[in-house]
């Protein structure tokens, strides 16, 4: 039988069961902070990322029994660079100045010892202008049914650059999988490259992002100055060990003769 980390209780998320509870002290009347649940496992499992394959298509994705977390947004958000960062390393997923870098479905083994007990997905993203229409819209299209239709998709992880804010594809993607959010699938919005912004206008980007999340979290990360790893590492843990979570019902997918889920 596999053994997780006991749960602990945590003030400022309900994370009942993050991993790593750093050793109660032995001496009575120390602070609740002995309590609190310690990212490095977390951080640690994220580290033995290994690349597993890549998909241009659909069906080319091996049905999988672990959870899957996948990572999306528009193109340019920063979703390669996140994975790498953290996964803590330099060039698991490939990252680029130039938007549209990342073309197919690349999934990400994690697990000790060899052992895959969970799954990344670097998802190509959306809105790039110079992409030909046709590629578009196909993309587009294999995007919506991998979202509505992967079994083992236990959350998405929607990267979003808040100078841009929330952008129509965006919006179009919330709605896509608004049912299998109320089903259980867990979300996040991730605003990435907060190290462009002020304090005060990530906090702004935050409270509005919170809003739009619905029913989903809303945190801030910055590759360049690592800000939000440890919660970021710790959510991903908890999603994908969390006993009990049922994995969202998978949904019929869009046929290729309608349009597309994204445009
Ligand atoms: N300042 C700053 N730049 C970042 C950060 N994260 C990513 N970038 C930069 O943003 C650009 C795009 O990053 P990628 O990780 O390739 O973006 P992507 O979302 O995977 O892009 P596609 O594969 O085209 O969908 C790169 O030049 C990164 O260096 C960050 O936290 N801060
Ligand atoms: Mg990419």
């Not at 841009?164 to 919005?189: H, M, N, Q």
Request: proline residues 9%.
């Amino acid at each position: 039988m596999t053994h997780h980390p006991t749960p602990a209780p945590s003030n400022d998320s309900p994370s009942h069961d993050a991993p790593g509870l750093k050793s109660p002290t032995p001496h009575a009347g120390k602070t609740p902070d002995s309590l609190k649940p310690d990212p490095k496992i977390a951080h640690g499992w994220l580290h033995t990322a290994r690349f597993l394959t890549t998909a241009p298509q659909l069906e080319h994705l091996p049905a999988l029994d672990v959870p899957e977390v996948a990572f999306v947004g528009r193109s340019n958000a920063g979703k390669s660079t996140c994975i790498n960062t953290l996964t803590q390393q330099k060039r698991l997923a490939f990252a680029s100045k130039t938007p549209g870098r990342t073309q197919s479905i690349n999934l990400f083994s994690l697990g000790k010892q060899g052992v895959t007990d969970a799954v990344l997905a670097d998802l190509p993203g959306y809105g790039y202008a110079a992409v030909p229409r046709e590629a578009k819209l196909r993309w587009q299209r294999v995007m919506g049914n991998y979202l509505l239709t992967r079994e083992n998709l236990r959350g998405v992880v929607l990267l979003i650059d808040p100078r841009l804010g929330l952008t129509e594809l965006d919006e179009i993607l919330l709605e896509v999988i608004r049912p299998r959010v109320e089903e259980g699938l867990k979300f996040l919005v991730l605003l990435t490259k907060s190290d462009k912004l002020n304090h005060a206008e990530s906090q702004k980007a935050l409270s509005i992002a919170r809003l739009q999340s619905g029913g989903g979290e809303a945190r801030l990360f910055s590759a360049l100055k690592k800000k939000g790893l440890d919660e970021v590492a710790l959510l991903l843990w908890k999603w994908t060990h969390e006993a009990g979570t049922p994995s969202a019902r998978p949904i019929t997918p869009v046929p290729d003769d309608e349009p597309p889920a994204l445009d």
